[in-house]
């Protein structure tokens, strides 16, 4: 072997080196070490945290491909140039120029989002004399698929340096972490860049663009970027259909637009990868199968959201609210299709379940995942200016997941603390 | 009485070269070795100097501690050579065996004694060293009175010698040495078997628990924390059963007889099987004569996989293993080993690894640690192998950050490092979990005593 032994000579060569790390991250993605165990067991199970990473990597891709498929596709329909997708599997959605787009537009998310992320993950190995951590192996796939298609790569780039930066290095790096990187991010961008983070146009591409034409006097249908939520946020309002006379309402337009089959096959504007519930499912079954995402979070988000859903709805039938309350529209959702506008279920199955910033404690899972639930749906619903509180909802409860475990560990040091007790008495 | 613990936490390690059950007579080896480091936290006082020569059972050293506490040779011969390392640290003491070996005689031991005076005669005569207590998994203070004591008559670690096998004739001596050490506790003596055939089932003075369930099933601890889990303040020991044969020897006839059988084993063992050796024996004939590569490029462990201690070729068996396992050393690199699946190795995910598939299938697994040391991060993963009541990830964590309160409250005084074997095995993170614990425990040892 050649080549394995060069760069395993050049590894011994320069083991005095500052810059090793850097090598040895991709020595070590060609060829897992000839590290032996000393002390301690003698044999080791085969899993390490690149093939952790590189699973939650591998269940993302599918969401990938789908949305740059759907980002190329949302802007064609939004023009006019394409009637229908005619469902999941239809002739006029899979087509080349869909991905083109979507090539155009996503791809350079990707590399913007590894290049930049994994740069800074380099120098501080470099700098702090430790290995390259593989974090940032998701946390890079992460942030491409829940950003706008349209983001200029500027602010993407700024993102991803405060995100690694302040979300993690500070902390000491992957592990150590307080809060997910990747929603830290997105945090970022939400709060640095709101205008190009929410509101009616960024979600498909071109829709920004057409806007300053048209501000600069060309003659120009505008078209909707808005998102699903964003219809129903404003359900009640009145709405004039762009290129006709018809006057409708949000809520009737967004239920001529899009079907629940286009919701949960994931035919709809949103943030990159987040659309498809099919496809995250699938995602969501096979980290389940593979032991690497905790079905306990995932499954407790999704009944957080659906007893949110359900008290919203109890209030609604419960006449507590009227119809010309703001919070009417998205309140009166039928509590299920909560699941499928907006991102809970991307949040639940990738977000929420990122193993350093949930609870560690299996009890405090169901507790964790629970709130997340039910606080994105809270949120979705009492904040309609940006009607998406998925990732604020995990946000929060990052913050809260050491408290959560420090209550269920009690638990265990109580009951022994009870049995000490019994002896003594 | 009896009762069954059943436990479902854990994982059986399946691997290649399990001992067949033939005994052989070890080609009897020249050279023996008393390393002290066997003897976690006991500061040697030198006894036998170099050229002195002993018999089987002499003094070598006691505990500088406790005068009382000796620790004698396996074999009757001359100390040819006192190893010493930093700081004068006695290292190993060499001991050349004569050709006919003869005994110190501690005499016939009269079992209606009472407690001082069994307690005394296991301290003069080196069977002490068989006694360990928790909390920190050290030798037994000669002071102390345990709430239980606790033997584990199931070996359920990977290639770990069969005690039901090992044993087997042996029921005399195990009934002698539990019911001496019945008399040391103001609780009962708890014996866990595989199964009602054990030799260790059903002894008087003693109460039986059948185990069943994949490993850790076996350890101690796990009998511990199912039983009668400790708890502050409270004492109690474990002997390991193959040391009760010794205990049971010396109480029977007046000999402390080193002898024990142990499992020969291994993917690297042409034949695995059983032999006839003595405690401290150099291993170097023993495994070259059976089937080990000279020049080949192994791992020699004395104890099991899990929880052994590496040993050179001319390394010896240490104080409390019945195993020598020999498997291949993993250095070498392997082309992107982190993303291809995984066939030939166990794994408790199912990330493209493939050992679920398989359950039965035997595996041939080498040192290499298939991967680089990283920060905790998965989580949820050690709670499927580990089945006392303990938060493993929190309590390992703090005694990294060195609570005191914190590894005290989390249970620290209930654990051995070999309850953290398995999830050191399966850590992702590639974390040592043995060492982690085991120098808590020292921390805890110092601190609070």
């Known amino acids: 072997m050649g080549l394995k032994q060069n760069l395993h000579n050049f590894k011994v060569k320069n083991k005095d080196k500052k810059w090793l790390p850097g090598f040895n991250a991709l020595f070590t993605f060609l060829y897992t070490p000839n590290e032996t165990t000393h002390g301690g067991t003698h044999i080791k199970a085969a899993d390490d945290l690149k093939r952790t990473m590189n699973t939650v990597i591998l269940a993302l891709v599918p969401c990938l491909i789908f949305g740059m498929f759907n980002a190329g596709y949302q802007h064609y329909v939004a023009q006019g140039l394409i009637d229908s997708a005619d469902g999941f599997l239809g002739a006029s959605f899979w087509t080349w120029d869909n991905l083109v787009i979507g090539l155009w537009k996503v791809l350079p998310l990707v590399v913007v989002s590894y290049g930049v992320g994994l740069a800074v993950e380099f120098v501080f190995a470099i700098i702090k004399g430790h290995e390259v951590e593989e974090g940032y192996l998701v946390t890079g796939m992460l942030v491409p698929l829940i950003v706008p298609v349209d983001i200029p790569l500027w602010m993407l780039a700024v993102a991803v340096i405060f995100g690694v930066v302040i979300g993690k290095e500070v902390f000491g790096g992957t592990g150590m972490n307080i809060l997910n990187p990747a929603l830290t991010i997105r945090a970022f961008l939400f709060f640095a860049y709101p205008t190009w983070m929410s509101g009616d146009k960024v979600w498909v591409h071109g829709a920004v663009e057409r806007d300053a034409a048209i501000a600069a006097g060309e003659n120009l249908d505008a078209f909707s970027g808005e998102t699903l939520l964003g219809y129903y946020a404003k359900s009640g309002q009145e709405l004039t259909v762009a290129g006709t006379d018809t006057v409708t309402t949000y809520g009737d337009r967004a239920a001529d637009l899009y079907s629940y089959a286009d919701m949960f096959w994931g035919i709809i504007p949103g943030s990159v990868g987040e659309t498809s519930k099919f496809l995250i499912i699938i995602g969501a079954l096979f980290l389940i199968f593979t032991k690497i995402g905790s079905w306990r979070i995932m499954l407790s988000t999704v009944i957080g959201a659906l007893v949110m859903g359900l008290i919203f709805n109890g209030v609604v039938d419960a006449g507590w609210i009227g119809e010309s309350s703001k919070f009417y529209g998205l309140m009166s959702v039928p509590f299920w299709q909560h699941l499928i506008i907006g991102s809970i279920l991307f949040g639940a199955v990738y977000m929420a379940t990122d193993p350093v910033t949930a609870s560690q404690t299996n009890k405090g899972k169901w507790i964790y995942g629970f709130l997340i639930g039910f606080i994105s749906i809270m949120i979705r619903v009492f904040n309609p200016a940006y009607p998406e509180g998925v990732f604020l909802a995990i946000l929060l409860m990052n913050v809260f997941a050491p408290t959560i475990d420090h209550y269920v560990v009690q638990g265990n040091v109580k009951k022994r603390m009870k049995r000490l007790k019994a002896k003594v008495a | ?449």
């Open chain 2, 1 to 449: 009485m009896s009762k069954d613990i059943r436990i479902k936490k854990g994982l059986d390690i399946k691997l290649v070269g399990e001992a067949e059950k033939t005994t052989e007579n070890a080609i009897v080896s020249n050279f023996y070795s008393i390393r002290p480091e066997d003897f976690h936290s006991i500061i040697p006082k030198l006894v036998a100097k170099e050229g002195t020569r002993v018999k089987a059972g002499e003094t070598l050293f006691y505990n500088k501690d406790n005068e009382a506490m000796k620790f004698v040779s396996p074999v009757s011969g001359e100390v040819t050579e006192i190893q010493r390392g930093p700081r004068r640290r006695i290292d190993a003491i060499k001991i050349t065996a004569d050709k006919e070996q003869s005994f110190v005689d501690h005499g016939k031991f009269d079992m209606s004694a009472d407690a001082d005076k069994i307690k005394e005669h296991l301290l003069a005569s080196g069977c002490w060293a068989f006694i360990k207590q928790r909390p920190y998994d050290v030798i037994a203070k000669a002071d102390s009175t345990p709430k239980a004591i606790f033997i584990s008559g199931y070996a359920s670690a990977p290639l770990a010698a069969d005690l039901d096998f090992t044993l087997a004739d042996k029921k005399a001596e195990l009934q002698a040495a539990v019911s001496a050490l019945a008399k040391l506790t103001e609780g009962n003596v708890h014996i866990s078997v595989g199964s009602t055939d054990s030799p260790l089932a059903n002894l008087n003075d003693a109460i039986t628990h059948k185990v069943s369930g994949p490993h850790p099933s076996g350890n101690v601890g796990t009998l511990i924390n199912k039983v009668d889990p400790i708890n502050k303040g409270e004492i109690v020991w474990t002997v390991n059963a193959q040391d009760l044969v010794i205990i049971g020897e010396l109480l029977l006839t007046g000999k402390f007889n080193a002898e024990r059988i142990i499992a020969f084993a291994g993917s690297s063992v042409k034949k695995p099987r059983y032999f006839k050796t003595k405690i401290g024996s150099e291993v170097a004939t023993m495994i070259y004569d059976n089937g080990v590569e000279k020049d080949g490029n192994d791992r020699i462990i004395s104890g099991n996989v899990l929880s052994g201690k590496q040993i050179a070729p001319d390394g010896n068996l240490d104080y409390y293993s019945n195993v020598i396992t020999v498997i291949p050393e993993g250095d070498d690199y392997e082309f992107f080993g982190w993303n291809k699946p995984i066939f030939n190795k166990v794994s408790t995910s199912r990330a493209f690894t493939f050992s679920w598939l398989n359950p039965k299938k035997k595996y041939d697994l080498n040192t290499n640690t298939n991967g680089e040391h990283r920060a905790f991060v998965v989580t949820g993963s050690y709670e499927e192998v580990f089945p006392l009541d303990i938060y493993p990830m929190q309590i390992l964590k703090a005694c990294m950050y060195k609570d005191l309160d914190e590894m005290e409250a989390l249970g620290m005084y209930e654990v051995a490092p070999e309850d953290f074997a398995l999830t050191e095995f399966i850590c992702v993170s590639k974390q040592p979990h043995q060492k982690i614990i085991r120098e808590g425990l020292d921390l805890m040892l110092k601190e609070i005593g």
